[in-house]
């Protein structure tokens, strides 16, 4: 291995980038088990660097999951792809620790996820059901059982926040013990008419359980969509599913990579409504500090 030269590494179970220059390391990984074909990362990359493989359908249910593929001679290593990962499917380190490049010279915003939880308000009964409905597995619960193993006291509540999705799961299961914010704003339809028989693909790759088969009829949950269009990349029948952002939840930056980002995640006219409003309220906010301006 050549210094400076990127080696891709790939199995079934994950794709790695690792390049070693003479002061700094980078090292890309894409989860190939995590990855739900979303095209995300494909879509804002900055050098086409990502392209993704369909995923094979067999009698309408999923049976090889896409497959996202990275161009070594084209990466650069900035780390918009992990910003915009719905699903925690792409990592980033450099020298050895967690870090996004492009962040360093404030290119591209943070976006805003959260979860909270208030054990005041949780019981066992609630804090075990949002921990069940989770779909990465990522909360867990402490407390006092009986000899069955039913909890009965409840201690203490975790969450794995480095896997979270953010899908509001918890937060409806345990009847707003938990509040989850996620980045993405939209709207998702399902024309079920549309639907070929027997499919349920949507249902096989859908990270968040938003759409599921329900006595054998395909339904959708939209409160716990995270709007990245993984349904609508598999789906055989473009027309029966439709997925649309149209806001993103972020911290201010002003770059046009930002801004021709925004523009592929959500639609050029809400992109520039988007950066509009942003800008008008920094715009007030600048106002407040001028001589003269009363403050409120």
């Known amino acids: 291995m050549r210094r400076g030269e990127t080696i891709k590494r790939t199995d079934a179970q994950s794709l790695v980038l690792d390049r070693k220059l003479i002061t700094r390391s980078h090292l890309l990984t894409v989860d190939r ?35 996202l593929d990275i161009d070594a001679n084209k990466c650069n290593f900035c780390g918009e792809c992990v910003v915009v990962c719905p699903v925690n499917a792409l990592s980033m380190l450099v020298d ?44 867990t619960v402490d407390g006092k059982r009986d000899k069955s193993g ?10 794995d926040t480095s896997n979270c ?42 990270p968040t359980h938003a759409l599921v ?5 395909l339904v959708l949950h939209e409160q716990f969509c995270v709007y990245c269009g993984a349904c609508t990349q598999i789906c055989p029948a473009p027309e029966a599913l439709l997925v ?3 806001r993103v939840r972020n911290s201010q930056v002003k770059s046009g990579a930002w801004v021709a980002a925004l523009e592929k995640l959500i639609s050029t006219e809400m992109a520039a409504l988007e ?6 309220q920094k715009r007030r906010k600048a106002v407040k500090f001028l001589p003269g301006v009363e403050r409120a």
């Open 96 to 139: 050895g620790k967690t870090h996004i490049p492009v962040w360093d010279y404030e290119a591209f915003p943070v976006l805003f996820k959260e979860i909270k939880w208030d054990i005041a308000r949780l019981t066992p009964r609630s804090a075990e059901a949002a921990a069940s409905a989770c779909p990465t597995e990522v909360i």
């Open 150 to 159: 039913k909890l009965t006291a409840l201690k203490d509540v975790q969450v």
């Open 213 to 217: 088969m329900e006595d054998g009829q």
């Open 165 to 206: 999705i953010y899908c509001k799961q918890c937060e409806v299961a345990s009847q707003e013990g938990f509040s989850v914010t996620h980045p993405f704003e939209g709207i998702i339809r399902l024309e079920r008419s549309l639907c070929p028989a027997g499919c349920q693909a949507c249902a096989d790759i859908c």
């Open 244 to 246: 649309k952002r149209h």
């Open 275 to 280: 950066m509009d409003v942003k800008s008008q």
């Open 33 to 67: 088990q995590r990855c739900v074909g979303c095209e995300l990362c494909t879509a804002v990359c900055p050098m086409s660097a990502m392209s993704l493989a369909k995923g094979v359908l067999d009698n309408g249910r999923m049976v090889q999951r896409p497959s």
